[in-house]
């Protein structure tokens, strides 16, 4: 059973920065390409960025490029996510996602197998 364990949510002043980390439990052989996606309140899912199964290629929203960082530790099959120069809009509730091996940089949550939990960021004004 997969079970991707998210951490390092939380409240942050505009301007701030946190780090998300989404562990694979299993911590099988790190050749997967990983996603972060985001739900605000009354909100459609929304794609985040990746980073593909070896780490050379990522991908962003527009609405990030620039301030979110997507990183892995193949060693720790750990993926994070740093954002800094976080506003108000960046409020939402915070997913890592699993595709399948050797898989794209997807952008949609179709093109993701597995999920985290959700971890909450509150980013006030």
């Known amino acids: 059973q997969v079970q991707l364990v998210e951490s390092g949510g939380g409240l942050v002043q505009a301007g701030g920065s946190l780090r998300l980390s989404c562990a694979d439990s299993?911590?099988?052989?790190?050749?997967?390409?990983w996603g972060w996606f985001r739900q605000a309140p009354g909100k459609e899912r929304q794609f985040v960025g990746c980073?593909?199964?070896?780490?050379?290629?990522?991908n962003y929203a527009d609405s990030v490029k620039g301030r979110f960082t997507i990183s892995r530790d193949n060693a720790k099959i750990t993926v994070y996510l740093q954002m800094t120069s976080l506003r108000p809009e960046d409020t939402a509730v915070y997913f890592c996602?699993?595709?399948?091996?050797?898989?794209?940089?997807?952008?949609?949550?179709?093109?993701?197998?597995?999920w985290g939990q959700g971890t909450q960021v509150t980013v006030s004004s």
């Open positions: 299993r911590r099988t052989s790190a050749i997967h390409t």
């Open positions: 980073i593909n199964w070896d780490g050379l290629t990522t």
């Open positions: 996602a699993q595709a399948s091996p050797y898989g794209a940089c997807g952008t949609t949550s179709a093109q993701y197998t597995y």
